[in-house]
């Protein structure tokens, strides 16, 4: 193999693909980035098994051939080249990588023992990037911990023309729906919360109009494309939540209030919910919103929010933290938060913003 591009177009594809490789790995090629080089084309690729990243850039190819090298290595090489052209090439498994009077060989492992990728066997569904970025509005509210797997992944559905991403730890869930035009494809899917994150820093680092979303063909795998960039990752197995089932139906009190005073307000009443449960008590009264929290060894604080409120008063309390990320999430200017009453879930909806909702379970007050 050798081939030879400029150190500016080269470096931000291996360290893009960099993030995926295998972290401390009984494998040592999962350590190692694989540089495949044909027909004008070089391809960039690395996998920890959960999840792979190809990139493919334009080179010049003097003669194909493909190696594998320790990924931090190279990274830390040929970002310290400086803008030149570099010419890399392969010998059984060992590369060399010149730019000027500069020279050095990095051991590495041969090609054959990279992991294949899994690649999709349809077309599968294409929709703008927006709809993918929209994603970083929901993803707090999926699980950290694994101890069931299922609920730290984001529920990926399309049916009927709609797409649905859903995510939820059991206390709090968050729900972002978009139309799609005209799809035929169906398909149901649990992807990973680090994909998503993975897929979106990606995104953010190149150009590209539209994503497209296909499964492999023994449906294990979710295959992302942007672009010139492949993420394939693995799917979560196991039966997500009729979460349908939680969104609340019938509604006794309605308040609509400014975002960033409500935020404001929960932010202080943080102060003050450092208990167990970090409670904060919602007084909702004709045209008035008021917020309170205590804790016996500091003290205590009221807030009243200027909000506009209706139907029946009620007092309901939240884990602090749960209320402060979904208002926090929420992209708009107003919030509506909807109660069924003081021990059901208050459902947040930004206002102005089709498609995005929050909910939130109450705490019992003793």
Known sequence: ??????????????????????????????????????????????????????????????APGEITVPAKTLVDLIS????????????????????????????????????????????GISFPKEVLQSCSQILFASAVDEGRPVLTGILTDVTGGKLDFVATDGFRLAHRQVSLPKEKLEFKCLIPKKTFEEVLRLMAEVEVDTINIATSENQNQIIFTLGQTTVSSRLIEGQFPAWEKIIPQSIVSRVMVDREELLKAVKLAAVFAKNEANIV????????????????????????????????ELQIAFNNK?????????????????????????????????????IVMPVRLS
């Open 281 to 312: 008590v919602l007084n909702i009264q004709k045209n008035s919103l008021s917020l309170k929290s205590s804790v016996k060894e500091l003290g205590s604080q009221e807030n009243e929010v200027e909000a506009d409120c209706q139907g029946q």
């Open 1 to 62: 193999m050798k081939f030879t591009i400029l150190q500016q177009d080269l470096l931000p594809s291996l360290q893009a693909v960099s993030r995926s490789v295998g972290v401390r790995s009984t494998l040592p090629v999962l350590d190692n980035i694989l540089l495949s080089a044909e027909d004008k084309r070089l391809k960039i690729a690395a996998t920890n098994l959960e999840i792979g990243v190809i990139k493919h850039l334009e080179v010049e190819v003097e």
């Open 80 to 123: 310290g080249l400086g803008q030149n052209k570099i010419t890399l090439q392969s010998q059984a498994e060992v590369l060399t990588v010149q730019s000027g009077k500069f020279k050095a060989t990095i051991n590495g492992i041969s090609a054959s023992e990279f992991p294949a990728i899994p690649l999709s066997s349809d077309e």
């Open 322 to 358: 749960f209320l402060q990320d979904a208002i926090s999430n929420s992209p708009a200017l107003q919030v509506m938060m909807e109660f069924s009453g003081n021990i059901s879930a208050v459902l947040i909806k930004p206002i102005g913003v089709e498609g995005l909702e929050y």
